[in-house]
């Protein structure tokens, strides 16, 4: 069965500050692996998408990386914004299937 | 507005009666998926379209639930007979790919907050 572990499942950081989120995957075949961040009562906006070849992918102050080896990716904020607050969620998608699997999210919550 | 719009974005029913979702897609965009999340979860698939053809749909879906997208652009999804267990957020997203791809960018809209009480 394609899992999607993510961890930690929350957390609290002061703004101005890094943190790093984490994604474990079973999904196979590879295909690739996307970050997700969904506001309160929103739906998700794509930050990141990766396939096997990429090792690691910025947009603005957010940069992912990827084991494929290992199944495991990684989300690193830095300088954190108070806008930044929300939950990040890791999506992985198999090749030979139309449908994603979804993590259930890190919620970030960030502190002036 | 040229993203994904849903409507509504909120709704409240009483158990037992049926509900109606939209989803407008992006222009052109040849695919579409329904998820379904409830709190504190990431989004579950329920089903999926390529222009008018409803390809997949997931166990999730039982019998009370329906969906459409007549002529490939919008998409409605109808929940009869609703369960308190219904409640959640329902998601809809499309994204413009070629044929088998599975690495398109998905594009999602705000959902609807279905409540059933």
């Known amino acids: 069965k394609n899992q999607v572990e993510q961890s930690p499942q929350s957390l609290i950081i002061l703004e101005g500050k890094n943190c790093t989120l984490q994604?474990?995957?079973?999904?196979?075949?590879?295909?690739?692996l996307r970050w997700y961040k969904q506001d309160t009562g929103r739906g998700p906006v794509s930050l990141t998408i990766?396939?096997?070849?990429?090792n690691t992918k910025s947009n603005g102050r957010y940069t992912a990386t990827l084991d494929a080896d290992t199944k495991q990716s990684s989300l690193h904020i830095t300088a954190s914004q108070l806008s930044d607050s929300a939950s990040y969620i890791c999506v992985v998608s198999a090749s030979n299937d139309y449908k994603l699997s979804f993590g259930a999210g890190t919620t970030v919550t960030v502190r002036a | 507005d040229t993203g994904v719009s849903q409507d509504p974005r909120h709704k409240i029913t009483k158990r037992g009666q049926n509900v109606t979702f939209r989803c407008d897609p992006i222009?052109?965009?040849?695919?579409l998926y329904w998820y379904r999340q409830t709190l504190g979860q990431g989004p579950e698939f329920l089903t999926y379209?390529?222009?008018?053809?409803?390809?997949?749909k997931s166990r999730l879906l039982s019998d009370r639930f329906s969906a459409e997208r007549p002529k490939g652009s919008f998409s409605t999804l109808e929940i009869q007979r609703t369960e308190q267990g219904d409640s959640a957020m329902y998601l809809c997203?499309?994204?413009?790919?070629?044929?088998?791809?599975?690495?398109?960018?998905?594009?999602f809209g705000s959902g609807t907050q279905l409540s059933v009480l």
């Open positions: 379209f390529q222009n008018e053809a409803q390809l997949e």
């Open positions: 990766m396939t096997f070849s990429e």
């Open positions: 994604c474990n995957y079973t999904v196979s075949p590879f295909s690739n």
């Open positions: 997203a499309s994204s413009l790919a070629i044929q088998f791809a599975t690495n398109e960018k998905l594009f």
């Open positions: 222009s052109e965009h040849n695919r």
